[in-house]
């Protein structure tokens, strides 16, 4: 009999990938697998395989039925070895277009707060001050300020389009953007370096590759303004995070807000639990009452599609 695992979710509710897998006849199992070997186990022999935060390695691939099939829950696969599931011959799909509102939504709320230095004025209040120099000097005013962006995909332009009604400037840095296309958009495409150099603030939206993944690092930041601030909701891995959390308590740079990390759930020990002037958040920015059901929704087809030997809605690219 042909067999559903998930292993392992965060919502409240597996209703439609289970009904999709029961409608096709097949056996469904969840799982809160953490560890590889708890994985590995878990999709042996299993036909579809949903993956939301747990690794999937090598083992795991080459435990699932042949021709299976592998659905990420999320915009991202890196904690999918895809070599190694191609090598297993099972396909790969994920859900890239669920949630692009919801994160840039966030995204933009997160860049509004640290330009409007909200964090530090909440502290002072609570200090018992009433002084809004004080707490938050300095601000430049918003036609004066240069957001920046690391990637300008389809997540990076929908936060400058929200951020388009303030007057600030923007530029990117993207291998892919021409200069045309980004001055058809209102932004001004720029290297990496010059994007360090000039920003006020730099919001994150690169996907992990070799040439990305660490490219946040003590000598970068120490290139950025020491006013200037960070953003990320992309991956952790662009961020070196013990030099982020160094750079922000010496003043390397005024401030930062981050969503993803290295390592989700953040460690008990990571630096940045202490670092000054830090906005942190769990890995939210996705996360909309509409969002869990298109999310669940889309991965319920995609069970559907691979119990008919269906390719996924969106496979992985090579």
């Known amino acids: 009999m042909t067999r559903v695992v998930v292993t392992d979710y965060t919502f409240p509710s597996l209703a439609a990938e289970e009904a999709a897998a029961k409608a096709a006849g097949a056996e469904f ?128 332009r929908a936060v400058r389009c929200r951020l388009a009604g303030f007057g600030f400037s923007f530029m990117a840095a993207d291998p892919r953007l021409e200069a045309q296309e980004a001055a058809s958009l209102g932004v001004t495409a720029v290297s990496a370096d010059r994007l360090l150099a000039e920003a006020d603030i730099i919001s994150l939206h690169a996907p992990a590759t070799a040439e990305t993944t660490g490219f946040f690092n003590a000598a970068r930041l120490a290139a950025m303004q020491p006013h200037a601030m960070l953003v990320n909701s992309a991956r952790g891995q662009l961020v070196v995070e013990a030099d982020l959390a160094a750079a922000l308590r010496d003043g390397v740079i005024a401030g930062a807000a981050l969503d993803v990390f290295e390592v989700e759930p953040l460690p008990a020990d990571s630096p940045l639990r202490e670092a000054p002037n830090l906005i942190l958040t769990p890995h939210a920015a996705w996360y909309s009452q509409a969002a869990i059901g298109r999310l669940q929704g889309l991965v319920a087809e995609d069970v559907t599609r691979a119990l008919r030997g269906e390719d996924p809605r969106m496979p992985v690219p090579h």
């Open 29 to 156: 199992a969840a799982f809160q697998a953490k560890s590889a070997g708890e994985v590995a186990a878990a999709v042996a022999g299993a036909d579809v395989a949903l993956v939301q935060f747990a690794p999937f390695p090598a083992e795991a691939a080459e435990a699932m039925a042949p021709g299976g099939t592998v659905i990420r829950y999320g915009v991202g696969y890196d904690n999918i070895d895809v070599p190694a599931a191609r090598s297993a011959g099972l396909k790969i799909g994920y859900v890239p277009d669920y949630c692009a509102d919801e994160v840039a939504t966030h995204t933009a709320a997160a860049i509004l707060a640290l330009l409007r230095k909200l964090a530090p004025l909440d502290r002072s209040v609570r200090a018992g001050e009433w002084a809004a120099v004080k707490a938050a000097a300095p601000i430049k005013p918003a036609d004066e300020t240069v957001v920046g962006f690391y990637g300008l995909g389809q997540i990076g």
